[in-house]
């Protein structure tokens, strides 16, 4: 069992910078890919970025490329995800999320447990 809290959300202007970050409890955080999801008003729930247990497996959405950093902390049990050059479409609440097993996977279905969100907002 995994517990995952969000934390760092907020309001932002456009071109500005946010840190998310999600603790996870347990002891076997290093077991766990984690993933960055997110999902706007009105819309389907999207992939965001994930990473491997080690952190060295990363994968991006397209539209994230360049702007977001994903990593982690296994030392802290702690997962972040890095978002600059924010932008209007990027308004969302972002929930991170645990999967047990190896492969890193972009399908949210795929993901074991879930935290409560946290919400974005990037102002025009």
């Known amino acids: 069992q995994v517990q995952l809290v969000e934390s760092g959300g907020g309001l932002v202007q456009a071109g500005g910078s946010l840190r998310l970050s999600c603790a996870a409890s347990?002891?076997?955080?290093?077991?766990?890919?984690m993933g960055w999801f997110r999902q706007a008003p009105g819309k389907e729930r999207e992939f965001v970025a994930a990473i491997s247990g080690s952190g060295r497996i990363t994968k991006y959405f397209d539209s994230v490329k360049g702007r977001f950093t994903i990593s982690r902390d296994n030392a802290k049990n702690t997962l972040y995800l890095q978002m600059n050059s924010l932008r209007p479409e990027d308004t969302a609440v972002y929930s991170c999320a645990a999967r047990a097993g190896s492969y890193t996977s972009i399908d949210d279905s795929r993901y074991d447990y879930w935290g409560q969100g946290t919400q974005v907002t990037v102002s025009s």
């Open positions: 347990g002891r076997t955080f290093e077991s766990y890919v």
